[in-house]
């Protein structure tokens, strides 16, 4: 099984940027593709991008040219630098190695 930590979380102006951090444990990271996902209130839980683990990315079309995914497999972490955040942004943020996924992180995005 593996242990996933989000961080980074909390509160933005729109236009503001947040970067969340995924700590990976009891998993050889550097096997492992890692997915982002996103809950917002009253919403389905939606996909937002992907590591593989060669590095290349994928992404929805919701944050594609916002949000960027990267990976450091050294300190089996992920991160996703998110970018000209919009309130429909606001969600509470999860990293997945499928089929385990972290607690989540709540990110909001507000005036």
């Known amino acids: 099984q593996v242990q996933l930590a989000e961080s980074g979380g909390g509160l933005v102006q729109p236009g503001g940027s947040l970067r969340l951090s995924c700590a990976a444990s009891g998993t050889d990271f550097r096997r492992s593709g890692m997915d982002w996902y996103r809950q917002a209130p009253g919403k389905q839980r939606e996909w937002v991008g992907k590591?593989?683990?060669?590095?290349?990315?994928a992404y929805a079309d919701s944050v594609k040219g916002r949000f960027t995914i990267s990976r450091d497999n050294a300190e089996n972490a992920a991160y996703l630098q998110m970018n000209s955040l919009k309130p429909e942004d606001t969600a509470v943020y999860y990293c997945?190695?499928?089929?385990?996924w972290g607690q989540g992180t709540q990110v909001t995005v507000s005036s």
């Open positions: 997945v190695v499928f089929p385990d």
């Open positions: 590591i593989f683990r060669s590095g290349n990315t």
